[in-house]
């Protein structure tokens, strides 16, 4: 048996929550306002070009402060696919990482495109990520890193 599950990771908020014998998972704790989370999601780009979900803001809204793509194999000059961008799904949709630096000749292996700012994702709303071309040919994996802060408590991205 692994030390982890004999030992299970709790937080304690405070001392009342030692004395109490109050504990709080982790995933708890994390899902309070303002708090820095991180989410990780692979997603695959051998897709037919259109917009797929990569996340969807969960319980409450969350303001997304920094996304990482990271490409897993070398996927430039591959099949028809010519590129990736990264957007949320707003009418008006705020892009992450526009389609011309998500092309196909910037995602050789573990190559990452990188974005930092502030997007407001109301609940329900997603990060959707858009292939452009076509399918590669082969399973393809792209991970994201998504940095957050949830705008009211409970808010996280799934």
């Not at 030692?18 to 309070?32: A, I, K, N």
């Not at 780009?45 to 797929?52: F, K, P, R, S």
């Not at 190559?111 to 082969?138: F, H, N, P, R």
Request: aromatic share 10%.
């Amino acid at each position: 048996m692994s030390a982890s599950r004999l030992w299970p990771a709790t937080h304690l908020r405070s001392i009342e929550d030692f004395v109490s014998g109050v504990s709080h998972t982790p995933t708890m704790y994390r899902r309070e306002v303002g708090v820095c989370q991180i989410a990780t999601f692979d997603f695959d780009i051998n897709q037919a070009a259109g917009t797929y979900d990569i996340c969807t803001a969960t319980d409450n809204p969350i303001l997304v402060n920094g996304v990482v793509v990271m490409a897993l194999d070398d996927h430039s000059g591959k099949g028809t696919y010519t590129g990736i961008s990264v957007q949320s799904d707003y009418t008006t949709n705020q892009v992450i990482i526009s389609q011309g630096n998500g092309v196909a000749a910037n995602l050789t292996s573990y190559s990452q495109l990188a974005w930092d700012g502030e997007i407001y994702l109301g609940t329900g709303k997603k990060l959707q990520y858009t292939v452009y071309g076509g399918a590669i040919g082969s399973a393809s994996l792209m991970t994201s890193i998504v940095r957050y802060r949830a705008v009211l408590d409970g808010g996280y991205l799934a």
